[in-house]
């Protein structure tokens, strides 16, 4: 369009000719401010625009004085347009920025709230999640196990250690579940108080009567002292059920594994019972 008007410029004469040139002017603006080019871009188109400008007008017909006054014009507009190029894309740099910034935030947040504060395993909110990803997704012959684990006497620990160490017990506990989880797939999860609850994927009873047997034995291997539990030290008890998501969902699988865990603790806690 610059090269158009130039053209037509230099083919014409007289005041209307000398008027008609201004035209390139608008041009320079309209490509910095509305087509609205990553800066360097528009810089250097810019500078070509108005280097093609001045070759063809500064050897012109027009007269001196009109040559100054557009000369200045072209530069002026150029520097200014420019200058409102670089705030634009600052701006929409800035708008990108805080908006990722509270994207981030926000799902930091989500991602806190998901999240037991003393243990830092995912909490129930996040066990819903995978619950309904996991019935929702899963084909019918998917099995899925629950175990139960629960501190064996652990009111009796915070009476005699103080919920300091109470804490402390719960978080490593925490820790050594865990430390036996097989991938991803494998959720724990703090389902209240000292209980705790892990959910396995494609795992049938078998399987996970293996797994929760690792955990009950690491968590014994943790040594913390109890003198009031009955072993010197502190115990779990456990409950393990199993089922294809076709037929259970996961409140009877929840309960099973309760009811697994209380039979369990109704054994004698041995060292940590299974059942």
């Known amino acids: 369009m610059v090269a158009q008007i130039m053209f037509i410029y230099s083919l014409n004469r007289g005041e209307i000719a000398d008027h008609y040139q201004s035209l390139a002017i608008m041009i320079v603006i309209y490509s910095n401010v509305n087509q609205r080019l990553i800066f360097r871009v528009a810089l250097g188109l810019t500078l070509i625009l108005t280097a093609a400008y001045l070759a063809v007008l500064l050897p012109g017909h027009s007269p001196f ?4 006054i557009s000369s200045v014009l072209v530069i002026s507009a150029g520097y200014l347009s420019l200058m409102a190029n670089r705030r ?3 701006d929409v740099r800035q708008i990108f920025l805080t908006r990722l910034r509270d994207q981030l935030r926000r799902e930091g947040a989500e991602a806190v709230a998901k999240l037991d504060a003393l243990t830092g395993l995912p909490n129930r909110r996040q066990l819903d999640e995978t619950v309904k990803k996991i019935w929702a997704e899963g084909e019918g012959d998917s099995l899925v196990a629950v175990v139960m684990i629960d501190i064996d006497h652990f009111k009796l620990f915070n009476d005699r250690y103080g919920h300091v160490a109470g804490d402390t017990c719960l978080k490593r506990v925490a820790g050594a579940i865990a430390t036996e989880l097989r991938n991803m797939d494998d959720v724990a999860v703090r389902y209240g108080g000292e209980e705790f609850l892990v959910l396995l994927q494609q795992t049938d009873q078998s399987m996970a009567v293996r797994i929760a047997e690792r955990i009950r034995r690491q968590i014994e291997k943790l ?11 502190v ?13 259970h969902c996961i409140t009877e699988l929840i309960a099973g594994a309760d009811t697994a865990l209380y039979a369990a603790k109704r054994g004698g806690r041995r060292s940590g019972r299974l059942s």
Do not use: D, N, R, Y
């Open 223 to 233: 040594a913390i002292p109890h003198e009031l539990g009955g072993f010197g030290v």
């Open 65 to 68: 004085v009109t040559k100054i």
């Open 235 to 247: 115990t779990v008890s456990l409950g393990v059920t199993a089922g294809p998501t076709a037929t």
């Open 88 to 90: 634009m894309e600052q």
